[in-house]
């Protein structure tokens, strides 16, 4: 280890890395899924992705930058370093070599799995869930999981075959959202619906073809309550098995002549939906009546 002329901890002792440096090269077999899962470790691209990452101590194991980078972020870098994660200089192509992007923002950190058991993720008691059952796209599973994280999800499930969170692209469409929530994967996406049942949520299929319609289930109280949403693939839908399994089958209503939404865009419905009745359905401290407001007639 050194110290640079700029105050970071550097451990490049010989110059920036280049695509043959062999920490670079292993860092870079992470892009494999087989290698992540061998390693527990994958790479998360890009300054808001480092920053969100760094936030939960312990997960960043290492963090590559370019020397631009690294200045124009010093902020991160500084945070690495405090925290003992190696902060290792790269030449542009070695940088290249490491990101997905076209157009890579000059950061690149190895971060560990972030897998919480199904179990634990419960045991926390979250009034709203989201599982993705079977979806294989990565951008859309991403997008969800943002979704499901700006609507205050707690958790998030990858169930069945379902793509790898660590997917590149899936870790790049959630924005930083996939170090917010608890990521559960689970094999089994009808032990998964059992479980959230026994949990208390209330368990909803998302169907084009539910007897329930989402406006009617807000205006009726029924997502007030602790709810776990089903979504399936784009190209697929759910499983019979798992809409049978859930307590209700629900559509998005289609006001206009548009066929049908896009997985992203009935799951940021249906999690809103939820979102607000469950907050709606929650006095606020500042507005509870007193012991003796309440005794008033």
């Known amino acids: 280890m050194q110290s640079s002329s700029r105050g970071r901890r550097l451990d490049a002792v010989s110059g920036p890395f280049t695509p043959r440096t062999p920490r670079v090269a292993a860092a870079r077999r992470l892009q494999r899924r087989r290698d992540r899962e061998a390693a527990g470790r994958f790479l998360a691209e890009g300054p808001q992705a480092v920053r969100e990452a760094l936030a939960r101590p312990g997960v960043v194991?290492?963090?590559?930058?370019?020397?631009?980078?690294?200045?124009?972020?010093?902020?991160?870098?500084?945070?690495?370093?405090?925290?003992?994660?190696?902060v290792s200089e790269v030449t542009d192509e070695a940088l290249a070599a490491l990101a997905e992007t076209v157009a890579p923002q000059g950061l690149v950190a190895v971060c560990r799995h972030l897998d919480v058991p199904l179990e634990q993720a419960l045991a926390a008691g979250p009034r709203l869930v989201a599982v993705l059952?079977?979806?294989?796209?990565?951008?859309?599973?991403?997008?969800?999981?943002?979704?499901?994280?700006?609507?205050?999800?707690?958790?998030?499930?990858?169930?069945?075959?379902?793509?790898?969170?660590?997917n590149g692209k899936c870790v790049r469409a959630s924005a930083g959202s996939l170090f917010h929530v608890d990521v559960v994967r689970a094999p089994d996406p009808v032990g998964v619906v059992a479980a959230l049942r026994a949990a208390g949520l209330t368990v909803f299929a998302t169907t084009g073809y539910g007897e329930d319609d989402l406006d009617d289930l807000g205006d009726d109280g029924r997502l007030a309550t602790p709810t776990a949403w089903l979504f399936g693939s784009e190209a697929h839908g759910l499983p019979e098995r798992l809409t049978a399994a859930a307590d209700a089958r629900v559509r998005v209503p289609l006001h206009g002549r548009a066929e049908s939404l896009n997985l992203a865009a009935a799951a940021a419905v249906c999690l809103y939906a939820s979102a607000r009745a469950q907050r709606r359905g929650v006095t606020r401290p500042s507005q509870a009546p007193t012991a003796g407001e309440s005794l008033r007639p």
């Open 61 to 86: 194991t290492e963090l590559f930058g370019t020397p631009a980078a690294l200045d124009r972020h010093a902020e991160l870098a500084a945070r690495a370093a405090a925290a003992d994660v190696p």
């Open 133 to 166: 059952a079977e979806i294989r796209d990565p951008g859309n599973a991403g997008t969800v999981l943002r979704t499901a994280d700006a609507a205050g999800a707690a958790a998030v499930v990858f169930a069945g075959e379902a793509v790898d969170p660590y």
